[in-house]
């Protein structure tokens, strides 16, 4: 068990809608990246908060957002669905804000766009 | 941005050693390298990191030449349950690397009996 959770584990929709994911990071972990991982595309670095501000930008796209809350928990909202955004989407965090810093992964929320 | 490059598949067999290498040859000073192993549809695991010369903990080692623009990590007397996708993640404690933490294509490793 990493210690990061995410919620939903699992998240179908339709084409067009809007869904929330949800990330809590390891206790004292002050870092939360997003990750999209697709058959075809691998493990895509899409965003990175510290302490509540964002500090990495990866192939997010303008759809997708993000937020770390004062109580560290991040979301990422994903709005305008489309069938290739299906993914698994995985959360990471880390104590601290650089590569120096093991990342610790969630299990992911698999989302299934139909 | 630190590139890596590792080979897409290996085979190995029970109770052998398995060295992966990852070459990274823009790796900058600040750059750190890390190791982490993947099973499907789960989050990928945190094995090992190092910035240079070699280091060893209770399940590999990574050894890191002088030059650090490549890393190899050695897994000693796999198992089944080691068969995995294995990711080396080049990125740095600061500078233009910093918190862009890209993972390449990973390494399939396929343990046989």
């Known amino acids: 068990d990493s210690g990061v959770t995410q919620t939903p584990k699992h998240l179908i929709t339709a084409t067009g809608q809007r869904v929330t994911l949800r990330c809590s990071p390891r206790?004292?972990?002050?870092?939360v990246y997003w990750y999209q991982q697709s058959l075809d595309q691998g493990l895509q670095f899409l965003i990175q908060y510290y302490n509540g501000e964002e500090r990495a930008k990866g192939n997010i796209l303008e759809r997708f957002s993000a937020q770390q809350f004062p109580d560290l928990h991040s979301e990422l909202n994903l709005s305008s669905l489309e069938l290739g955004d299906s993914a698994l989407y995985f959360c990471?965090?880390?104590?601290?804000?650089?590569?120096?810093?093991?990342?610790?992964f969630g299990n992911g929320t698999r989302l299934t766009v139909t | 941005l630190a590139k890596t490059t590792q080979p897409i598949s290996m085979d190995s067999y029970e109770g052998q050693e398995v060295n992966i290498t990852c070459s990274h040859n823009?790796?900058?000073?600040?750059?750190?390298i890390t190791w982490y192993q993947q099973f499907p549809s789960q989050g990928p695991r945190f094995i090992i990191q190092?910035?240079?010369t070699k280091v060893t903990n209770e399940v590999a080692s990574l050894f890191i030449p002088a030059d650090r623009k490549s890393s190899t990590l050695s897994l000693p007397r796999v198992s089944l349950s080691d068969t995995a996708v294995y990711y080396c993640l080049v990125g740095g404690a600061g500078g233009t690397s910093y918190g862009k933490l890209t993972f390449g294509q990973g390494t399939i490793l396929t343990v046989h009996p």
């Open positions: 206790s004292g972990d002050l870092s």
């Open positions: 190092g910035y240079k």
């Open positions: 990471a965090s880390s104590v601290g804000e650089g590569g120096n810093s093991p990342l610790h």
């Open positions: 823009n790796i900058a000073t600040n750059d750190y």
